[in-house]
């Protein structure tokens, strides 16, 4: 399929360590793909769901031990460990190599090796590049299939150039113990060893999108970034395209694919999605910022998506999809999970199902300690075409993506964050990304309101030192010539209840609405001191059961609450000591004396 010596030369080497029975390149043809679906079934790696009400859908099982990333065993590995910063694990390379080299070896004897070539971004575009992910997973293939585009044209795109990622994958025993997600990102190199859980084995999605991608982002001057694409399309037909950035929990994917309510629909408003989950962003020739989706899929959280929480998530996977740990409803050999028939009147839990380990399930199944057990795993997860997607954007496969309006970041806060407010400047925006928390849920954890600091939602995906990736933030904002104006939302305040007091979902149009209207000089806000905050009549609540008082309280900043989250700052920034740059330190230090004026 190739002539590219570096890509020969590592699929063979790839070879030699795992001693694979066979070897198999990915073509991207379906009838390629249909005889690994086949083979699959004949395993139980896949189940066949139905075919005339999921088409070309299948249910997939991971390891009981083996349902969800692993941070705790994922490293950097690079030369300095100072370079990894003091978030991530960093390992030697060296010692990395030889370790986990020896957990690869032979593990393949008696599989086949799969060579996927596969593209991040349409196949061409400038913005987009180029991975080769070996595997022995048929489920890493066919998803594979679904989340990136893979097959020979890649490869053509390729040609001798060496600027690819080499992806190795294997399944080896699925010995948790033993259990690895490498990231070499000096070497452009990613291991993954004893996982079949997707975020731990497609390699094209966290680990080559956000944990590489931002490393060469830092070198070849992009952005490589955990932000929803998003485009608002006003009643004269105009579309502005906004990215945003949330920790998890805090409904990325319900505003990517947001549906207006009726009160904006009927004026003439549309939300496209052009991605749920990550962005690259270059500078563009006119000075402005564009952003591609590099995927072509989602690998959504299936527990909670309804037709009342997120129908344009749950109608992307009504065909060739692939569900991951849910449930098997075996009376019409369709899937199910908690939370799928919310506000559906007259549907009814299923009485019985086989359980996402593959055991039979009641509403009455409990376990050894009599505790109820759950039919879908709460990490369970669907992977869907983004084509599938009702409101997917027109310019999803724009070579050179879309130019950026805005850019929100957001957190989960119960008093400190208003709904909405704006940074005074680029800097400043950098600052709110930088400092970006959510706070525990009492279902998460024991200890509710614990401040978990997630700057720009990169916590657990940035490639490199943390306050390295700051200053590339800082650098990128000299090269714009038209900077995007950038704000902080919070859905979540509550009232003296623990109530949420915004409706969120489909209305959060009001604050997107408002947002623009900003970036387009249409309203005026407020000056605060942590930066401009709207004019509660500037923020539309026809229709809901909110009046203007309580808008202002939702817009209010008060000074004690952010006086203590200044020092929860100066705790968070003190890790990063000197490399932290200084322009954040003054940031910080304008938002003290402005609170204590």
């Known amino acids: 399929m190739t002539n590219n010596k570096q890509v020969l030369e590592f699929v063979n080497k790839s070879a030699e360590l795992c001693q694979p029975d066979k070897i198999v390149w990915i ?68 010692e990395a190599y030889s370790k986990v080299g020896e957990i690869f070896k032979g593990s ?43 097959g020979k044209e890649v490869l053509d795109v390729l040609g001798d150039s060496n600027d690819f990622v080499r992806g190795l994958h294997s399944k080896a025993n699925l010995d948790a113990e033993k259990r690895y997600i490498l ?87 549309k939300v496209w999605c052009v991605g749920d989950d990550i962005a690259w962003i270059r500078v563009g020739k006119d000075g402005r910022l564009w952003a591609i989706n590099p995927e072509n899929g989602f690998f959504g959280v299936a527990p909670g998506t309804n037709m009342h929480s997120n129908p344009n998530a749950l109608l ?33 839990k299923p009485q019985n199902l086989i359980d996402w380990k593959g055991n039979p399930w009641t509403p009455d199944t409990v376990d050894a300690e009599g505790k109820p057990v759950k039919a879908a795993h709460p990490n369970s997860r669907f992977t869907a075409p983004a084509i599938n997607c009702p409101c997917i954007s027109s310019e999803f496969e724009a070579p050179e993506g879309v130019p950026l309006t805005a850019i ?119 000056e605060v001191a942590i930066g401009y905050v709207p004019y509660a009549k500037d923020i539309n609540v026809e229709g809901l059961d909110i009046d203007e008082k309580v808008v202002e309280d939702l817009l209010s900043v008060d000074k004690e609450t952010w006086l203590e989250e200044v020092k929860g700052i100066k705790e968070f920034y003190a890790q990063f000591g000197d490399r932290l740059p200084k322009e954040l330190e003054v940031k910080l230090a304008e938002l003290e004396a402005n609170l204590n004026k």
Not at 231 to 246: D, L, M, R, T
Not at 477 to 487: R, S, Y
């Open 27 to 94: 073509t991207g043809e379906e009838a390629q793909l249909e005889e690994l679906r086949k083979e699959a079934l004949s395993t139980g790696e896949l189940i066949k769901l139905n075919e005339e009400k999921l088409p070309g859908c299948y249910l997939h099982r991971s390891d009981v031990n083996d349902v969800a990333r692993v941070e705790g065993r994922t490293f950097i590995c690079c030369k300095n460990k100072e370079d990894a910063g003091p978030i991530n694990n960093w390992m030697d390379p060296q």
């Open 108 to 150: 393949m004897k008696g599989r086949t090796m799969y060579v996927i070539p596969y593209s991040m971004g349409a196949v061409g575009s400038t913005f987009s590049k180029v991975g080769i992910e070996v595997t022995d997973s048929i489920y890493v293939v066919v998803s594979m299939k679904i989340m990136t585009r893979i």
């Open 183 to 269: 990231h070499f990102p000096e070497d452009n190199t990613i291991w993954s060893v004893n996982s079949g859980y997707g975020g731990n084995v497609l390699l094209g999605k966290k680990c080559f999108a956000l944990r590489i991608a931002s490393f060469q982002g830092k070198n070849e001057g992009w952005m490589a970034e955990h932000m929803l694409i998003l485009g608002v399309q006003k009643p004269n037909g105009e579309i502005n395209y906004v990215s945003a950035a949330f920790p998890s929990a805090c409904g990325k994917t319900n505003l990517a694919m947001l549906i207006p309510p009726a009160l904006y629909r009927e004026k003439g408003y």
């Open 316 to 348: 992307s996977t009504k065909k060739n999809a692939i569900f991951t740990n849910v449930a098997l409803d075996e009376t019409d050999n369709t899937v199910w999970w908690e939370g799928m028939e919310k506000d559906v009147p007259g549907k009814v």
């Open 408 to 526: 929100v970041f957001g957190g989960r806060r119960a008093k400190t964050a208003p709904l909405v407010y704006e940074a005074r400047d680029w800097n400043s925006g950098v600052f709110v990304g930088s400092i970006m928390a959510s706070e525990t849920t009492a279902a998460a954890t024991g200890a509710v309101g614990v401040v978990r600091r997630d700057p720009m939602a990169m916590r657990p995906f940035v490639g490199y030192n943390m306050a390295d990736y700051f200053a590339h933030w800082i650098e990128m904002g000299k090269k714009i010539g038209k900077q995007p104006k950038i704000f902080n939302v919070n859905w979540f305040r509550t009232d003296d209840e623990g109530n949420f007091i915004w409706p969120g979902f489909g209305d959060n149009i009001r604050v997107l609405d408002w947002i623009l209207k900003r970036c387009n000089g249409e309203v005026d806000a407020r």
